[in-house]
């Protein structure tokens, strides 16, 4: 830094401004990606509180180098964009990124003790840190079919939904992966991890639409269900960004029942509204209907 930077009262931004937190202990890191429209990245292991959605296109981002000793260095406001996931030579999950519109700012206190590494600032609040279950990271980044359907049972539970029976998974083939019912709600879910799931799973969500014609009542636990008067939907449960109907084929007749993909997101969208407004079980099923 040279005298006239030193002299200059550099702005501090708004933490409600900032989406990312990126921080390094290399020095000249970020001016020197910047200026050379090189990109950089950060492993798994490093990517700090959750990140549960589908990356951005561009994201404002506060980035930090940091001294050896623990104190902040230097700080600039910018965007970081391009991302991607990929795996490095020692074949760990990297997510990788390009720099642009860098500006110096001075680092907000909320952010100044921040680790070694890249952190979700979360759209509610700072505080959305302590709120988050692990899992939901994993769920935006695994390859194993078999852990996304753990987790989606998971997340439905953090909703506040209890009543609801997940299929094992050695009995799932060809089978819904679970069902549930919240309040006047009846659901028979899938989750999948395949983008084509709508050519792939046309069959089975055929199958589920008659299943779900058929079903007069349930019985989860050691109590029964009686699903007359209940509305009844089947959700595909994806990594999508976006929730909406599926076209069946024009032979099904699927009646009254909602066929939708249902992005994983939505639901952790769901979870936080829950945390962090005065929200009573008839506002979250009326959520859960329309999403």
């Known amino acids: 830094m040279n005298e006239t930077e030193k002299t200059v009262k550099l702005r501090k931004p708004d933490p409600e401004e900032i989406q990312y937190i990126m921080v390094s202990r290399l020095d000249g890191h970020w001016e020197t990606i910047h200026i050379n429209g090189t990109s950089t990245s950060f492993p798994i292991s490093l990517i700090r509180g959750l990140v549960h959605r589908p990356m951005p296109e561009e994201a404002s981002t506060l980035f930090i180098r940091r001294h050896d000793n623990g104190n902040p260095d230097e ?6 964009y391009g991302f991607r996931w990929q795996r490095n030579l020692q074949n760990t999950l990297t997510l ?5 519109d860098l500006q110096r700012v001075s680092c907000p206190s909320a952010f100044k003790k921040h680790d070694i ?3 979700l600032n979360h759209k509610h609040s700072f505080a959305n840190e302590h709120l988050e279950a692990i899992f939901l990271k994993e ?4 390859n ?3 852990l996304f359907e753990q987790y989606c049972h998971y997340l439905l539970k953090l909703l506040g939904i209890h009543t609801i029976h997940p299929v ?3 009995k799932s083939k060809g089978k819904a992966d679970g069902q549930f019912i919240f309040q006047d709600l009846f659901v028979l879910y899938d ?4 983008s084509n799931f709508r050519e792939y799973k046309k069959t089975q969500i055929a199958s589920y639409v008659t299943q779900l014609k058929k079903k007069r009542h349930i019985t989860i636990g050691n109590k029964p269900f009686v699903l007359r008067d209940m509305q009844k939907q089947i959700w595909i449960i994806t990594r999508g960004t976006e929730s909406g109907p599926i076209t069946l084929d024009a032979s099904i007749n699927s ?3 909602s066929v939708k993909e249902v992005p994983f997101t939505k639901l952790v969208d769901i979870y936080f509204k829950r945390m962090h407004e005065e929200i009573m079980a008839e506002d979250i099923c009326l959520l859960l209907k329309n999403i």
């Not at 769920?139 to 695994?142: E, H, I, N, Q, Y």
């Open 255 to 257: 009646g009254k029942i």
């Open 191 to 194: 989750a999948t991890l395949r």
């Open 168 to 170: 094992s998974l050695k």
């Open 96 to 100: 990788i990124f390009h720099i642009k």
């Open 75 to 80: 700080s600039w406001l910018g965007k970081s």
């Open 144 to 146: 194993r079919w078999p």
């Open 117 to 119: 590494g890249c952190h």
């Open 139 to 142: 769920m935006a980044v695994t």
